[in-house]
């Protein structure tokens, strides 16, 4: 069965980076791509932007170009998300989901990153 | 601001039906297939439907989809306690070169 499981919560001071690891199982994972989602608490879902697991290509949200970055490590089948300059507004638990674009038909588990000094 | 436009809450007695609607323009919804996703409290969203009105493979037919114009709704039938969830719209948006989903509607069975 798809599995997509996701690196622990995060603790990280303004300014900081994070990196969240979203490892897939049960299908050939350059067959699709992966996108990360976010929610801020109590908040709605906000993409992010996707990587194709086939040859690398990204596509992000306008407004988080220049501080996010995704990569992919198709030997062990893991996309990976990387925000930098983190504020206490990145604050929210980061989901990975399968698609380069809705629908997402199968999401990790969520990993909650905290910005706080 | 969310561009996808939902209402905040509905609730309706178990059994009953509802409906949430999903309002955008002809940028997303007017020109793009909509999904919809349930959260359950504390747990990552679930594909519920996908092009506007299918049904991934394990979800009951008591839930359905449909879009007219530049709106989609979601309708679900015989209400569960279960059903009490967060409900999200999501398309693409042609103008803004994004994926995105609307602000979400929280389903109260009472």
């Known amino acids: 069965q798809v599995q997509l499981v996701q690196s622990g919560a995060e603790v990280k001071k303004p300014g900081a980076s994070v990196k969240v690891s979203c490892k897939a199982s049960?299908?050939?994972?350059?067959?699709?791509?992966i996108s990360w989602v976010r929610q801020a608490p109590g908040q709605g879902l906000e993409w992010m932007g996707w990587?194709?697991?086939?040859?690398?290509?990204?596509n992000y949200a306008q407004k988080l170009q220049g501080r996010v970055t995704m990569t992919t490590d198709t030997s062990t089948s893991t996309a990976y998300m990387e925000l930098r300059s983190l504020r206490s507004d990145d604050t929210a638990v980061y989901y990975c989901?399968?698609?380069?674009?809705?629908?997402?038909?199968?999401w990790g588990q969520g990993t909650l990153v905290t910005v706080s000094s | 601001q969310s561009v996808l436009t939902q209402p905040p809450s509905v609730s309706a007695a178990p059994g009953q039906k509802v409906t949430i609607s999903c309002s955008g323009s002809s940028s997303n919804i007017g020109n793009n297939y909509v999904s919809w996703y349930q959260q359950l409290p504390g747990t990552a969203p679930k594909l519920l439907i996908y092009e506007n009105n299918k049904r991934p493979s394990g979800i009951p037919d008591r839930f359905s989809g449909s879009k007219s114009g530049t709106s989609a709704t979601l309708g679900i039938t015989g209400l569960q306690t279960g059903d009490e969830a967060d409900y999200y719209c999501?398309?693409?948006?042609?103008?803004?070169?994004?994926?995105?989903f609307g602000g979400g509607t929280k389903l109260t069975v009472l």
């Open positions: 989901a399968r698609g380069t674009g809705h629908p997402f038909d199968y």
């Open positions: 999501g398309t693409w948006d042609s103008s803004l070169s994004a994926l995105v």
């Open positions: 990587i194709s697991a086939y040859n690398g290509n990204t």
């Open positions: 049960g299908y050939t994972f350059t067959s699709y791509g």
